[in-house]
């Protein structure tokens, strides 16, 4: 079989042979090129007619990825803010278990001090005030600020309670003084029938120097302490009569005189208000009564600053 290939009017035709293997192999080939030619011509034209659905399937596949991407990042998020609050609770709950003791160190200190209630309330929030001023940022604008804070707040919470601590020790020595400190009446029910000082001899009139009080009472009545201490003398003493004498430290000694019985021994340590004795008219005297002395570093004082004052 011949094919005849005519180009043009003057030139020669062209003939084929198809019987001939090279010929044919050419032919073929040149077939093929022109079916991959069509082929990739209409892939072409497929592709830049659908080109903008693509496109917008594309970039929704884009946007996908980065959602899930960005879920992830808000998941990590969450489980570290949620570890920040748990973290910061647990400090909270510590400062108030702190805020609470020092309102229970303070509602002692007040009680112990004597100190005004109104002022020392630790039950109502002091009153707090000011203008409204803006700032350039938030005081607490993340949590690490907010942490900060708490941390800071925690270790004034820390300074206020060694100086209430420190201050409590005081107070407590303070009382302790106090309770040292001769207070109030050796007698509950009595009267003071000679004060210290100068004063006429009850015996033979004549001016003398009176180193008490003499403080009436019904024979029988307790004398009791008027102050801690440790009794230094219980026994007779020339015109006193049945005396106990007790030291109270701090310089301080206390003398009751004319007792009809005495309830303490030497180096026993008495409590403020505890019976020592009983009233009674011993030694140099006109009747029942208790003679009171205070002494200090060793010199008399008048006790009727003493016996004024109360706990």
């Known amino acids: 079989m011949n094919i005849i290939l ?23 080939a040149a077939l093929a090129a022109a079916v991959l030619v069509l082929i990739g011509s209409g892939a072409a034209l497929a592709l830049l007619l659908a080109s903008p659905s693509q496109r917008a399937l594309a970039q929704v596949r884009a946007l996908r990825v980065q959602v ?12 570290d803010a949620q570890r920040d609050v748990n973290a910061l609770a647990v400090k909270l709950g510590q400062l108030e278990a702190q805020s ?25 929030q002091p009153g707090v005030g000011g203008p409204e001023i803006a700032v350039g940022s938030a005081a607490y604008g993340t949590p690490a600020d ?10 004034r919470f820390d300074r206020q309670q060694e100086q209430l601590a420190a201050l409590e020790t005081l107070l407590l020595d303070h009382k302790i003084d106090a309770a040292l400190q001769p207070t109030g009446m050796p007698v509950r029910d009595g009267y003071i029938s000679s004060y210290f000082g ?15 009080l ?3 009472a019904p024979a029988g009545t307790a ?6 201490g440790v009794v230094s003398y219980a026994g007779e003493r020339s015109g006193y009569g049945e005396v106990v004498e007790i030291d109270h430290g701090n310089g301080f000694m206390t003398r009751y005189a004319h007792a009809e019985k005495l309830l303490v021994h030497v180096g026993e340590r008495v409590r403020v208000g505890q019976d020592i004795a009983l009233v009674g008219s011993t030694g140099r005297s006109t009747g029942p009564h208790v003679h009171f002395e205070v002494w200090y570093r060793g010199q008399l004082v008048n006790p009727l600053a003493y016996v004024r004052n109360r706990r």
């Open 214 to 216: 003499d403080i009436a």
């Open 100 to 124: 609470l003791r020092l309102g229970a160190l303070g509602e002692r200190l007040a009680h112990a001090g004597k100190l005004d209630g109104g002022e020392f309330n630790f039950d109502v």
């Open 6 to 28: 005519v180009t043009t009017a003057r030139s020669a035709p062209k003939t084929l042979d198809l019987r001939c293997p090279r010929t044919r192999l050419r032919c073929a």
């Open 223 to 228: 004398i009791h302490a008027v102050a801690e």
């Open 146 to 155: 907010l942490q900060r804070s708490i941390a800071a707040l925690g270790r």
């Open 68 to 79: 899930q991407a960005q879920q992830n990042q808000l998941g990590g998020v969450q489980r």
């Open 198 to 212: 100068m004063r006429a001899d009850p015996f033979d009139g004549r001016s003398e120097f009176h180193p008490g």
